[in-house]
């Protein structure tokens, strides 16, 4: 992948950079996250002030994300990465800490004291003399219920505690953890050849910046180590991904279920490894029976249920908190259990990123306690995956924080039903949406043979642009270009047949096989290429497109099709159009002709799956791709002309738009009248 600033987005990255920043500062001084409320019609909407903030965090970073200017990854790029990250941790670390902090803190100062944290809960009488020199006490978290963090994370807080007893070294060397994560992150997503912009929805999402720089949650350190065994798996550095995964499980006992996922058959013989960081951190904590070491876990997780979505609806409906978990827990396992045979054995991709995000996914969607930092845990998969249910729950999952609010008014601590709401109906939304396709799918792992690319070239009546198209994608060194024409009446064909590309014509009605669709289909029946890509005439293509294109599909063996994205010509004022293509695009799935579409020829080809119709052919073949396998969208700097938009002006955007949503909406119930709409759009009588 090249390495280059697209100096058309920059300053309009610059532009949103701003705000998140301000906002940034304004959230790391507010206090006790989730304080201040809103008063609408004599009814208190807790914490809505504070939610407020974290969202005006993260809706410029959705803009930042789009308008991202650097492209590849030299050290430039991944410096600046770095110190946007620095920054927006700085801004945010004032934050006032999550109270587990102090648990933290409590445990490794009694460990240094020579008491076992796990036998004994920080209110029990035989500690009494230490609380004079732990001035913070009283804000310790569940002081009946022993420690619960793996042995290696408390002779971590031993260290610390010995260098001083202060929050400002947790969370310092939890945002080291963090920064660590990050750089993990960029590693493992630039070997799979996805545009490093991805990696700021997870070094600059104000989830990650609250739990971390903000609560200093240790899952930070979690984090860190999955990815660092994940970018040792990608390097096959056999003995690294196995010690890492142990230490990755002395932090968070949750890491485990990550661990069949990175179990191959040529590093099996090396799994005696993990015995190193899984065994030895007990050994200062044997003077108990082992059990007792799991005590404080296992009463954690029997005896408390907070915003679990699947969790709380069945405790609801079951009136019974004990087999409301049994449920979940029982589902999880199955869910686990099918996902390790489906992902280990059966599936051809031996990509670890699939199978966590699967039993992550999985975990928290059951889980009966679910706070928002371990939304940090399955954030990286889906950064790596480009899931949208999950990136909007990062935002609605800011609701979690009208629970501060609701303790600060006296309240015991809960979640109102109205915030529990908010918070998780934006993601079922998505995540249904997104478990259809999976389930309609069968889990096709493609040919990893990307050697040739032919690019479709539909025109009508564009002798004056065509020339300029071929020859831009005549610089990409494709395989084949085809121009289909669809009975044009100036030079069109003449010019594209001397310019020394296969020239097919195609003037059936509208009504008969015509029109937009048809021309590309022509075009597919003649390819003899393994991808396929649908270039307008009014776009001009930049030499590295489909270099990258082949490049990210070896690498990415699930993926059948997408788009690579273009860009408006030379007009500053199309910025707010492309913003919104990129956004339909990306969180929706849904792609137009003019983004560069691509798939994998034989499978759509022999299935008969591309629609013939003369319009709407890009929205209705978006909406079929992710039937049989995962779609992406790449972020190319190609451009396309202007030319329609400075004609017919802003009307031009609600005309298409008023198409696309009828036909969205009719489409469900039956078959839309695509050749109504080509005439309605191209105004033929």
């Known amino acids: 992948m090249k390495n280059y600033t697209n100096k058309s987005d920059l300053p309009f990255f610059l532009f949103f950079l701003i705000p998140f920043f301000i906002f940034c500062f304004i959230g790391g001084f507010w206090g006790v996250s989730g304080d201040g409320s809103f008063i609408v019609f004599d009814y208190v909407l807790m914490g809505a002030e504070f939610v407020l903030i974290y969202s005006f965090i993260f809706i410029p970073l959705i803009f930042m994300f789009f308008f991202f200017p650097f492209k590849g990854f030299d ?61 913070n006490f009283p804000l310790i978290n569940h002081p009946d219920i022993p420690a619960a963090y793996p042995p ?6 031993s ?40 990696t700021i929805l997870y070094a600059l999402n104000p989830l990650i910046l609250y739990s971390f720089a903000g609560g200093g949650h240790i899952d930070a350190m979690q984090n860190f180590f999955l990815l660092w065994a994940i970018h040792s798996f990608d390097r096959k550095k056999w003995l690294g991904v196995f010690f890492l995964i142990g230490l990755a499980i002395q932090t968070k006992y949750v890491a485990v279920i990550a661990l069949p996922f990175l179990i191959n058959k040529e590093n099996f013989r090396y799994i005696p490894i993990i015995v190193i960081p899984l065994i030895l951190p007990y050994l200062p904590f044997l003077s108990c029976d082992i059990d007792l070491i799991f005590n404080g876990i296992v009463r954690f997780g029997e005896e408390f ?41 059966l599936d051809k991709s031996k990509d670890p990123v699939n199978g966590i995000f699967f039993a992550f996914a999985s975990l928290l969607i059951l889980t009966p306690t679910l706070h928002i930092w371990y939304i940090s845990w399955i954030l990286p998969f889906v950064i790596i995956r480009g899931t949208t249910s999950w990136i909007v729950l990062t935002l609605s999952a800011s609701m979690y924080y009208v629970t501060t609010s609701v303790v600060w008014y006296g309240n015991d601590w809960s979640l109102p039903l109205w915030a529990q709401i908010m918070e998780w109906t934006p993601f079922f939304l998505f995540f249904i949406f997104e478990l259809y396709f999976s389930v309609l799918r069968t889990r096709y792992f493609f040919r990893t043979i ?45 010019s594209a047949k001397n310019s020394g590309v296969i020239t097919l014509i195609n003037d059936n009605p509208i009504d008969g096989g015509g029109g937009r669709g048809g021309q590309i289909l022509t075009g597919i029946s003649a390819a003899t290429s393994d991808i396929v890509a649908i270039v307008h005439s009014d776009t001009i293509l930049k030499s590295d497109t489909f270099y990258e294109l082949k490049n990210f599909l070896s690498m990415n063996t699930d993926v059948v099709g997408g788009a690579c994205g273009t860009k408006f010509y030379s007009n500053p004022k199309m910025k707010l159009i492309e913003f919104l293509n990129g956004l339909r695009a990306v969180f929706f799935g849904i792609s137009f002709g003019d983004q560069i579409q691509f798939f994998r020829r034989d499978v759509v080809f022999n299935n008969n799956l591309f629609p013939n119709i003369p319009l709407m052919e890009d929205v209705e073949l978006s909406i079929i791709l992710p039937k049989i396998g995962r779609t992406v969208f790449l972020f190319g700097d190609s451009t396309v002309s202007t030319r329609r938009w400075e004609k017919k002006g802003i009307s031009n955007f609600f005309h298409v738009l008023s198409l696309f949503i009828v036909y969205l909406l009719k489409r469900p119930f039956k078959k839309p009248d695509t050749v109504k709409m080509y005439k309605n759009y191209y105004k033929i009588l």
Request: proline letters at 4%; charged letters at 20%.
């Open 450 to 494: 990307n050697d040739s690319i032919t690019v479709v070239i539909p025109v009508l009546n564009e002798e004056i642009q065509i020339i300029e198209c071929i020859n831009s994608v005549k610089n990409c060194r494709v395989d084949e270009i085809i121009v289909v024409d669809g009975g044009s009446s100036d030079n069109t064909v003449e």
């Open 75 to 135: 050290r430039k790029n991944i410096a600046v990465i770095f110190i946007l990250s620095l920054l927006a941790r700085v801004l945010i670390f004032f934050q006032d800490p999550s109270d587990d902090i102090y648990r933290y803190l409590w445990e490794g100062f009694v460990f240094n004291e020579g008491v076992n944290p796990y036998l004994t809960p920080p209110n029990d009488m035989s500690l009494f003399r230490y609380t004079a020199d732990f001035i």
């Open 159 to 198: 260290l610390l505690v010995k260098i001083s007893l202060s929050v400002p070294l947790i969370k310092f060397v939890v945002v080291c953890f963090d920064l660590g994560s990050i750089y993990f992150l960029i590693k493992i997503v630039q070997r799979r050849n996805i545009d490093i912009r991805w």
């Open 305 to 345: 249920a907070f915003n679990g979505p699947v969790h709380s609806v069945l405790r609801y409906i079951l009136e019974d908190m004990v087999f409301a978990s049994l449920m979940t827990k029982t589902l999880f396992m199955g869910l686990f259990f099918y996902g390790v045979i489906k992902i280990c054995f």
């Open 152 to 157: 290696l994370a408390i002779l971590l807080f």
